[in-house]
């Protein structure tokens, strides 16, 4: 078996044990390319679900300890996950996948990055291909993580809530480590959601601004298709192509996606 893929209900009512799909991954380790698995709605029940059933993808990975030689492509809805995303971060530094797309939860920058440390993406060391991910917001600090860290990306695919143009907010390691100030957001700046002005007038000003001023980041990028798609706006970000088509010379497709132009169900 070389695919799989399981959607079933996100409260995980029709999984009978994460057990049984362990032991169903691991017999076909060996010749597995392609995984998938994803969440969706939950159906009505006449009883209550197991309060662990709705975390079935995180119990998966969390036994998911030996790696499949083979696995090059995992879609994984990481909604199930909540929080912790130890057990997939586990995963990933066992496998050199080419594409990986995480749906479902927002990541911030440091989740991003933590990801891309896991699959040990350090510029020409990684063979990454493909990525697809929801996020935050979307910055200029997100393009240069990729363009050096992922120098071999083609495929880019970024569903995101807000743009914020801004640097890297830099904070003392005393201020990172307090529980009183959790890391959640790196990020501080006027983001397009949060102003008055014209979109126009704030992507020239800040997040354009940005992006060329890092211009040689992107030289040798081999990015070749990028598609966005903002949920918190009606806004379309296709005024940025042209900017990305300046300062990235591989990009040949750029694509503002819609809701009925993708599917991650």
């Not at 057990?19 to 076909?28: A, G, R």
């Not at 009505?44 to 079935?56: C, G, Q, R, Y």
């Not at 990525?131 to 970024?158: D, I, M, Y």
């Not at 030289?219 to 990305?244: I, M, N, P, Y």
Request: charged residues 25%; hydrophobic residues 40%; glycine residues 2%.
């Amino acid at each position: 078996m070389r695919r799989f893929s399981l959607s079933i209900p996100f409260d995980g009512i029709h999984l009978r044990s994460s057990d049984e799909l362990v032991k169903f991954l691991n017999k076909h380790r060996y010749t597995l390319n392609h995984l998938r698995l994803s969440a969706s709605r939950c159906s009505p029940l006449d009883s209550p679900a197991d309060p662990e059933s709705k975390f079935w993808i995180r119990n998966t990975f969390t036994h998911l300890n030996t790696p499949y030689p083979y696995l090059r492509d995992l879609h994984l809805a990481i909604r199930p996950i909540r929080v912790d995303l130890t057990p997939l971060m586990k995963f990933l530094e066992l496998h050199t996948l080419e594409s990986l797309t995480l749906t479902e939860r927002a990541l911030t920058y440091s989740e991003v990055k933590a990801i891309l440390d896991a699959l040990r993406a350090y510029e020409h060391s990684n063979e990454l291909k493909q990525l697809c991910l929801k996020l935050k917001h979307l910055t200029p600090a997100l393009f240069e993580l990729l363009a050096t860290r992922v120098p071999r990306l083609a495929l880019l695919e970024l569903i995101f809530d807000d743009i914020v143009a801004t640097a890297v907010h830099t904070r003392s390691s005393a201020s990172a480590s307090d529980p009183a100030h959790p890391i959640e957001d790196e990020f501080v700046g006027i983001s397009f959601n949060q102003t008055t002005l014209h979109p126009d007038c704030i992507v020239q000003r800040l997040f354009v601004d940005e992006i060329k001023k890092n211009r040689v980041l992107y030289a040798s990028w081999g990015l070749v298709t990028l598609k966005l798609f903002q949920e918190s706006s009606d806004r379309r970000v296709k005024d940025l192509f042209e900017v990305f088509a300046d300062c990235i010379p591989a990009i040949q497709n750029y694509v503002d996606l819609t809701p009925e132009s993708f599917n991650h169900a």
